[in-house]
Structure formats: C-alpha cells, structure tokens
C-alpha cells in the first residue's frame, strides 16, 4: 500500500533552516510528481511547492520562493524541501502528497497525503 | 490570502443534505478542474472528488461535486455525525502558476 512518511521537523529560531524528508513506498516513486503542503496551527491548507517525476521541473508559491527548494532522490524514493531563512509564518505541519493528473500543473489533484512533520519557528 | 473563497461553516441535521461552494475565477476554477479534500479533526486530508465530479474508489456516492464557470459546489447527502469536518477545494492557477486551496469549510451535523 501507498505509504508517506515526512520527517525533519522541529523547533527552530528564526533564520535558521531545515531540510524536511518524505520517506515513499508501496508505488513506483520515480513515476510521480510530488508536492509540498502545509497547514499551520489552526488554520487551512496552504500549497507550498510541486517538483515533477524526473525533478526537472519545480513551481513554488510566492510565500516562500527563494527561500525553500523541493528536490527528489529517486533513487531512494525520497522527496525533500530544503527550508532557509525560517520565518514564524512558516509555523506550521507539513505534509507531501502525490500528484495525479496527466500534466504536472492543469487538473491536479492530490491521491495519497502523509502525516505530516511539524515546523516550529520560535526564538 | 487565498484566491479560492468558501463559506466558513455549514451544518444541517443527520440524515439531511449540505452544499458547499468553492467561487474562483478564470485563470483557476475556469480553466482547471476542482478537487475536494476532507479532513477530519487531527489528520491528513483526503481527497472525495477529483476532476469536478469524479469520486475515487471508496468513497460513496453521498458525496458530489459540480462546476460551472468560475464556482464548484460540492454536495453531501446523508449527512452522518463522522463528516464533520473541514473541506478544502482545490485547484491549479494558471496566472499565479501555482496550486491553490479554498479557505476551507467547516462542516457540522447538527
């Protein structure tokens, strides 16, 4: 079965970074584009970045371009988000997801979601 | 800010029937299909509707979604005191170039 596991969250001061992981078994990694998601406390779901099934191609939400990076080790079956310059609106859980669509941007939609990893930006 | 607005809150007896809906505008919900996410208190979401109508396996037919223009709507019948939830929609945005979720509602059976 499909499985998403997120790790790398903590408490951290701002400034400082972070790199997130999403562990993924039970499905071909390598097929799929991938997506960044995340929730803080209290409030709705905020999109944050997709990155295709090769890594070639990345789009990111202006709330946190230039400052985050979503890369992939297929080879590993593993999807990350490299997290700088930490800011306390970047509080929050963060989920990866799998995208289904034909295309990495028109239609998508998200079919499997992990549990999250929770950031915490605090001095 | 988000760029897909929902009600906050709906709510309607056991047995009964709750719309909600998702308005947007061209360069997203006109031009892209819409996805709904449930999420229970403390978990991930879920994905219930995928491609404006379409349900993936397991999910009943109580639940619905439709668009039209700009807006979708999604629909549960058979209110049940587990769909007490929040219900994201969803969709791509092609002027932004980015993937945007509605402000959520909140759904409560009364």
């Known amino acids: 079965q499909v499985q998403l596991v997120e790790s790398g969250g903590g408490v951290v001061q701002p400034g400082r970074s972070l790199r997130l992981s999403c562990a993924a078994s039970g499905f071909t990694f390598s097929g799929y584009a991938m997506h960044w998601v995340r929730q803080a406390p209290g409030k709705g779901l905020e999109w944050v970045a997709v990155?295709?099934?090769?890594?070639?191609?990345?789009y990111y939400a202006d709330s946190v371009k230039g400052r985050f990076t979503i890369s992939r080790d297929n080879s590993k079956n593993t999807l990350y988000l490299q997290v700088n310059s930490l800011r306390a609106e970047d509080t929050a859980l963060y989920f990866c997801?799998?995208?289904?669509?034909?295309?990495?941007?028109?239609?998508?939609?998200?079919?499997?979601w992990g549990q999250g990893t929770l950031v915490t930006v605090s001095s | 800010q988000s760029v897909l607005t929902q009600p906050p809150s709906v709510s309607a007896a056991p047995g009964q029937k709750v719309t909600m809906s998702c308005s947007g505008r061209s360069s997203n919900i006109g031009n892209n299909d819409v996805s709904w996410y449930q999420q229970l208190p403390g978990t991930a979401p879920k994905v219930l509707i995928y491609?404006?109508?379409k349900r993936p396996s397991g999910i009943p037919d109580r639940f619905s979604g439709s668009k039209s223009g700009t807006s979708a709507t999604l629909g549960i019948t058979g209110l049940q005191t587990g769909d007490e939830a929040d219900y994201y929609c969803g969709t791509w945005d092609s002027s932004l170039s980015a993937y945007v979720f509605g402000t959520g509602t909140k759904v409560t059976v009364l």
């Open positions: 990155i295709s099934y090769d890594g070639s191609r990345q």
């Open positions: 491609e404006n109508s």
């Open positions: 997801a799998r995208h289904r669509s034909a295309s990495l941007t028109a239609n998508t939609w998200f079919d499997y």
